[in-house]
């Protein structure tokens, strides 16, 4: 499980702030960061490919979503907050279960681990460059195979909980991937959905080693560019709500 590098609100806070927003507080909001048109889906392979040519597994590197439905940049946070949830399309690898059993063995003994994901909080630099700001636990995927898994804000005591994550304008929402998961959906329009993942070169083959950015401060090239494909996944924020203009204590104007 991934170590936390920043200072967290407690999970019953967002709570509260959520119910606070349900109740009417018309200041904060609940934004789902990467939500476009299209809903995240489980994926699928496309008619007439066989699974052993089907490439909707993601493995060991960090993916950022950088066109949906046209629209360029959809991870990118508009207003600072808390990230409280994230949604992910899972795969079903097959629908006969000892098949199934099989290709999970392989591809746990291939990419070092059964499927897991975390939220990457990215901050974008010049060429393509991103640091980690912030990251999520590990999730283990494996028993939602075939589903769109959301984390809840509150989870049963067997399974790990999401800490809210701190986001600020600017940063980019993006999905790591330490092992593997089947969560792209591909042949997709060229021009309307494109992603990047965490290296520099060999794009055109699954990553022969790590380059999943696992710690908070470290840097990525994400020069490996792949138009007509989706990561499905995203991000549920809680806006931060502003002092009312009535306060008298709050931030002087400059």
Same mark, same amino acid.
């Given at each position: ?13 967002v709570i509260a702030l959520a119910t606070a ?50 629209? @360029? &940049?959809? %991870? ?8 409280? !949830? *994230? #949604? ?59 589903? @769109? &898994?959301? %984390? ?8 790990? !909980? *999401? #800490? ?62 792949? %138009? ?10 809680? #806006? ?15």
């Amino acid at each position: 499980m991934v170590n936390m590098k920043r200072t967290f609100l407690v999970i019953g806070a967002v709570i509260a702030l959520a119910t606070a927003l349900a109740a009417g507080s018309a200041s904060a909001q609940i934004v789902e960061v990467g939500a476009t048109a299209t809903p995240v889906v489980s994926p699928t392979c496309p008619a007439g490919v066989s699974p052993a040519n089907c490439f909707i597994i993601l493995t060991r590197t960090t993916a950022v979503q950088t066109v949906s439905d046209s629209v @360029v &940049f959809p %991870t990118k946070v508009k207003k600072a907050g808390w990230l409280v !949830a *994230f #949604t992910v399309g899972l795969s079903k690898l097959s629908t006969n279960a000892k098949t199934e059993k099989n290709y999970l063995h392989v591809l746990d003994q291939a990419y070092g681990g059964t499927p897991q994901v975390a939220l990457t909080v990215l901050k974008p630099g010049p060429n393509n460059k991103y640091t980690v700001a912030a990251e999520s636990p590990l999730f283990h995927v494996e028993p939602y195979l075939g589903q @769109v &898994f959301q %984390t809840p804000l509150a989870l049963p005591p067997t399974f790990s !909980a *999401f #800490t809210p994550l701190p986001v600020t304008s600017g940063e980019v929402i993006g999905l790591t991937v330490p092992t593997w998961a089947p969560i792209l959906s591909y042949n997709l329009s060229a021009s309307k959905f494109a992603y990047r993942q965490s290296r520099m070169a060999n794009c055109k083959n699954a990553a022969a080693a790590q380059t999943a950015q696992l710690t908070v401060g470290a840097f990525m090239n994400y020069q490996c560019n792949y %138009t007509g494909t989706r990561v499905e996944y995203s991000a549920t924020e809680v #806006t931060n709500q502003p002092y009312p203009k009535s306060y008298v204590h709050g931030p002087r104007k400059p």
